[in-house]
């Protein structure tokens, strides 16, 4: 007979329920796992630090007493900040990466439902990933029309499941249904250019990071970065506008002040205060077409710019923000 793993967490808050009768009372969501008429765990791992062990040692003597088939195993670990994602997943990972599995033999479930929201991630990712080779249980307390003394239900989740196929469905089409807005619509069998637009879609969608476009003049550059621009806008993940200049008509000071703006008597002529194309793409994004004719020293504060999100307007010693997605 197979017999039924379980991995979690000691509940600091959920387990906890004192030392007398009255933690009978009160719902605990390990003892749950361990009182499913339908669901029999043979050995259950539960994670806790040292400052938990008390009440691991609690909770393990009542598992006994309600299932005694159950073995209750600790596993001691050192997680100073359970709600830093790189130390839980690091834990964690280490924790699957050395244990032994034997799917032949046993079915594996990780209890979801203790733990902070952070561990429960990792757990899914490392379920995800088949790092364990285990299924989802989340426990939940009885509800009001339950009979007396309920102890609760569980729920299985497999991420194999089939039943789970239509939310990859659903996502595949909106990825083509995004390809076909960066596309116009306009299907092509051309290879290259099909790579091209499933590249700009994981890069642009995923990623703040400045955008090189290459091609010859008339090549559709501007529309691209345009299309690029309302992909995201759609997405929530632009609040700015759409900003675009063709650096070729930027000579001098011109190109300084186009960009970064100036203050008022920055240079002859200069009457009043310019805010700059960088200041007014601000939540946006700036479509600098033809960026490579820009001077040396427009393309070093445009470069700090950039990485900083801050820059000094030209004729001025206070420095201004602006954070925007470049594309050039």
């Known amino acids: 007979m197979r017999k039924t793993v379980a991995f979690g967490f000691v509940g600091t808050v959920l387990d906890y329920a004192g030392r007398g009768s009255q933690r009978w009372e009160k719902w605990r969501p390990t003892l749950c796992l361990c009182q499913q008429e339908t669901l029999v765990v043979h050995r259950l791992e539960l994670l806790y630090d040292a ?10 003597k009542d598992i006994a007493s309600v299932s005694p088939e159950t073995e209750v195993v600790g596993v001691e670990i050192a997680i100073r900040n359970p709600w830093d994602f790189e130390e839980v997943y690091a834990c964690l990972h280490d924790f699957a990466r050395s244990h032994t599995f034997h799917p032949e033999d046993e079915d594996y479930l990780i209890h979801i439902t203790t733990g902070t929201h952070v561990a429960q991630i990792c757990w899914f990712l490392l379920a995800e990933a088949r790092y364990l080779p285990a299924r989802l249980a989340q426990t939940s307390p009885p509800r009001k029309k339950d009979k007396p003394h309920s102890t609760g239900d569980v729920t299985i989740i497999d991420l194999d499941l089939s039943r789970y196929n239509d939310i990859a469905t659903r996502f595949a089409q909106e990825r083509e249904e995004t390809l076909n807005f960066l596309k116009s619509g306009i299907a092509t069998r051309n290879p290259c250019f099909n790579r091209m637009i499933e590249q700009i879609e994981r ?13 010859p003049t008339g090549a559709g550059k501007s529309f691209l970065a345009r299309r690029i621009y309302e992909l995201k806008l759609a997405r929530h993940q632009f609040s700015g506008p759409f900003v675009e200049v063709n650096c070729a008509t930027l000579r001098g000071d011109t190109a300084m002040s186009a960009l970064f703006g100036h203050v008022k008597g920055a240079f002859t002529g200069a009457r009043e205060e310019r805010a700059g194309l960088l200041r007014s793409a601000d939540g946006g994004m700036l479509f600098l077409d033809e960026v490579g004719e820009l001077g040396a020293d427009e393309q070093a504060m445009l470069l700090k710019a950039i990485e900083e999100k801050r820059f000094y307007p030209f004729g001025s010693d206070q420095q201004v923000s602006s954070d925007f997605q470049l594309i050039a």
Do not use: D, H, M, Q
């Not at 400052?51 to 393990?60: H, N």
């Not at 890069?203 to 091609?215: D, K, M």
């Open 51 to 60: 400052r938990s062990r008390s009440l691991f040692e609690g909770l393990k």
């Open 203 to 215: 890069v642009a969608i995923r990623s703040r990071s400045p955008i090189l476009l290459n091609g």
